[in-house]
Nanobody
Framework: QVQLVESGGGLVQAGGSLSVSCAAS????????MAWFRQAPGKEREFVAA????????YYADSVKGRSAISRDNRENTMYLQMNSLRPEDTAVYFC??????????????????WGRGTQVTVSS
């Protein structure tokens, strides 16, 4: 069983930056695909970004592409999401997700076996 714990959320002004982290209870070498999803009030959970264990393949939602960077440190069993030029519409609970396999479809939340409880990110205008 893999446990994921997010941290680093908070309140930031529009245009600012924020980094969130996801710590895994097991070696992240054992979870090929790690990802961030987010869910705003009254909306469905949506894909934000994903990364394979090799750290060489990354994927982003169009809404955050160019403003965000996903990374992982397999020695520290941790994944990160650096978000820049934040907008009020980025306000959401950000969830960490992981899959044991290297997913062909990283965008679907149903493909991930393990989830964190989320961390709130609020962007004020």
């Amino acid at each position: 069983q893999v446990q994921l714990v997010e941290s680093g959320g908070g309140l930031v002004q529009a245009g600012g930056s924020l980094s969130v982290s996801c710590a895994a209870s097991v070696s992240t070498f054992s979870v090929c695909t790690m990802a961030w999803f987010r869910q705003a009030p009254g909306k469905e959970r949506e894909f934000v970004a994903a990364i394979y264990w090799s750290e060489t393949s990354t994927y982003y939602a169009d809404s955050v592409k160019g403003r965000s960077a996903i990374s992982r440190d397999n020695r520290e069993n941790t994944m990160y999401l650096q978000m820049n030029s934040l907008r009020p519409e980025d306000t959401a609970v950000y969830f960490c997700a992981a899959a044991g396999t290297c997913l062909g479809n990283v965008y679907g939340s149903q493909n991930y076996e393990y989830w964190g409880r989320g961390t709130q990110v609020t962007v004020s205008s």
